[in-house]
């Protein structure tokens, strides 16, 4: 979804809005803008399609600017076309009030109507111009202010928004509301910013406040006012929280894209989670108040998700069902918010989500609290929605992850659902402590698996230039190598633009097996050695219509005679195993990405969180 910035204080606003920016493209780089102001003088307003470096092109040729406030933008379009003429910054007509938005107005055809009625014209098809028009009506015709005015707003349009408004009236102030998307304020001794997300101003200060939903506020000389719905001045209540993160976190050093550095980072990242979350070799979730106890009496699992956070539920459901008899359901959010089953009583819901905003995965949460059931998030950013809505957080250490397409998160996520299995299988005295142990030395043992593969990337890159040209590509498995295949063809589909499908190896010839032909690459994951000759009877499937087969398989598996190429993980439990297949199936997809000449960090019409249903 969209990203916005606002910025008022004596350093030059220009260059804190479009740094800010910078920091936020990860959410929508359809086109961008920016609204300025040097003190009391005339708004500038500057908007460009595209990606943000037009933006910043169009400003540089504006010379020397003063500016002591403004706002920015970045969009990922949903309603009305890429255009100039739909990017953010919208203003009334006279300019009096300008703003920017992230979000969706899903009432917006009807306020549009309302003040086509009351005599105000449209210039762009956004839902946002809308919106700021709309506050410029209460503004006007009630004359209560800009609280009241954005109050009026807050109840009148439905949907989610985060808005950073600033009025003529008001030089150097900057206007803000949030209800349902992400907005964090913070200060410096220079001044003060907000922003949808912490790398957008971690340059300036890691002192920040979480705007709560039906919240307003004001930021000027150096003070920020909160207030809520009724107009009262809120800000004694407000905590101010410290982020743990570096700015060099969200850089991205000497790494050509940010994909292949959080890919680097991934060993670092599930040793974070290890050592949080595991104490003397057994699983530590004691700071998360889940306690032996409640596990024990669960009965059944929803795990629930969007995209990779879906994938590492798939996964997940594998090993839970390997370790224990608790009913497990992996469901997609988007989905699982209009199913009609009753959930189970003794369950438990797990939300995965990288940025925790995710609005779909949101509101699953929300239907499994209005339904008693408990809830619990497995979230790499701090206090973010998801994590202050559920009733247990567990926070995954893998760093700001910037590049859309996930890699580091999904790994944490899937270590974390690793010791969740365990720890409900001891729970139920499916396993012992001394297995546990086993198990955990295992699983401290991946990382430098994964150094072992991330230094002979080399093997993966070969492969790339004979992906390039392809229309279709497969990736089959059975069981957990089906699922990880699963998050494989979608990190191929979303930075390469090939066309590439995840099929349970069993299934193939019950159909997609028509659209394998002479030189169609089919990777095989064949991890599991109670399926390794049913893995090689599918190989030889395939490779009997003419497919390309490469084997991500281990070395004791003697596969050669069956597939074309052969990638051979270290050894490991094969419960683990995914966690090791995953690192060569997202370098494909990267070698693959960047030899066509995309940046993988920018996939098209994609963003790294979507606050919108
Ligand atoms: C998509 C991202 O927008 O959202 C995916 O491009 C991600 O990479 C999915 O897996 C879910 O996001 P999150 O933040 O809820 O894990």
């Known amino acids: 979804m969209c990203g916005i910035v606002g910025y008022v204080g004596k350093e030059e606003a220009t260059k804190i809005l479009l740094d800010g920016l910078t920091k936020l493209e990860y959410r929508g780089y359809d086109s961008a803008g920016i609204a300025i102001r040097n003190k009391s003088e005339d708004l500038r ?6 990606v943000l470096k037009n933006l910043i092109d169009k400003v540089n040729a504006l010379g020397d600017i003063k500016s002591t406030s403004g706002i920015a933008h970045t969009r990922w379009a949903t309603h009305g076309d890429q255009s100039e003429r739909n990017a953010h910054p919208h203003s009334s007509n006279d300019n009096f009030i300008v703003g920017v938005h992230n979000g969706i107005i899903e009432n917006f055809q009807e306020l549009k109507e309302k003040l086509l009625h009351n005599g105000y014209t449209f210039y762009s098809n956004t839902d946002t111009e809308v919106l700021i028009k709309l506050v410029d009506y209460y503004y006007k015709k ?10 009026k707003v807050m109840v009148r349009a439905r949907g989610s928004f985060a808005i950073a408004l600033m009025f003529k009236d008001f030089p150097d102030e900057i206007w803000f509301a949030k209800k349902g998307s992400p907005l964090i304020v913070g200060k410096s001794d220079t001044g003060c910013f907000l922003a949808s997300d912490i790398p957008a101003i971690l340059k300036h200060t890691n002192k920040v406040y979480y705007v709560e939903d039906f919240q307003s506020g004001c930021m000027k000389n150096n003070s920020i006012i909160f207030y809520d719905l009724n107009g009262d001045d809120v800000t004694s209540s407000m905590e101010l929280k410290t982020i743990d993160w570096q700015l060099s976190d969200t850089e991205k050093g000497n790494y050509p894209f940010y994909m292949i550095k959080e890919i680097e980072e991934q060993p670092k990242a599930v040793w974070a989670c290890l050592n949080v979350y595991t104490k003397n070799d057994l699983v530590d ?3 998360i108040g889940i306690t032996k106890g409640y596990l024990k009496s669960l009965d059944m699992v929803y795990i629930l998700g969007c995209g990779s956070a879906y994938n590492v539920g798939r996964v997940s459901e594998c090993i839970i069902e390997e370790l224990t008899d608790v009913g497990v359901r992996v469901e997609l959010a988007s989905e699982f918010k209009y199913r009609c089953y009753k959930l189970k009583k003794n369950s438990l819901a797990i939300i995965i989500s990288q940025s925790g905003e995710t609005k779909d995965s949101y509101e699953a949460l929300q239907k499994c609290k209005e339904e ?26 893998a760093g700001p992850e910037i590049a859309v397409a996930t890699t580091k ?23 012992s402590q001394s297995e546990m142990k086993t198990y955990i030395k295992e699983l401290k043992a991946l990382p430098d698996k994964m150094e072992s593969i991330l230094s002979n990337k080399a093997s993966v890159q070969k492969f790339a230039n004979q992906f390039v040209s392809k229309k279709d590509v497969f990736f089959i498995g059975r069981e957990m190598d089906y699922a990880i295949c699963e998050e494989g063809s979608l990190k191929f589909k979303e930075v390469t633009y090939i066309h590439s499908e995840a099929k349970p190896a069993g299934e193939l010839k019950h159909g997609t097996l028509s659209l394998v032909t002479t ?19 599918n190989m030889e499937e395939v490779k009997s219509r003419g497919a390309n087969v490469i084997a991500i398989t281990l070395e004791e598996f003697n596969v050669s005679n069956s597939s074309k190429y052969q990638i051979y993980i270290p050894k490991t439990n094969k419960l683990f195993t995914s966690s090791l297949v995953i690192i060569y199936l997202q370098l494909l997809a990267y070698y693959v990405s960047i030899a066509k000449g995309i940046n993988p960090d920018q996939p098209r019409n ?3 969180s979507v606050t919108v249903e």
């Open 409 to 431: 998160a999904y790994s944490s996520q899937l270590i974390i659902m690793y010791l969740f299995a365990l720890a409900l299988a001891e729970a139920k005295g499916d396993i």
């Open 372 to 397: 008693g059931i408990k809830t619990l998030s497995i979230v790499n950013v701090k206090g973010s929605a998801i994590p202050r809505a559920a009733d247990y957080n567990i926070y995954t250490y």
């Open 285 to 287: 979730f004691d700071s």
């Open 519 to 537: 030189g169609v690459p089919v990777i095989v994951v064949a991890t599991q050695p109670e399926l390794i000759e049913k893995s090689m009877a």
């Open 45 to 50: 307003i500057v908007r460009a399609e595209g």
């Open 606 to 608: 994609l963003a790294k």
């Open 142 to 151: 009630y004359k209560g202010g800009p609280i009241d005015a954005i109050n």
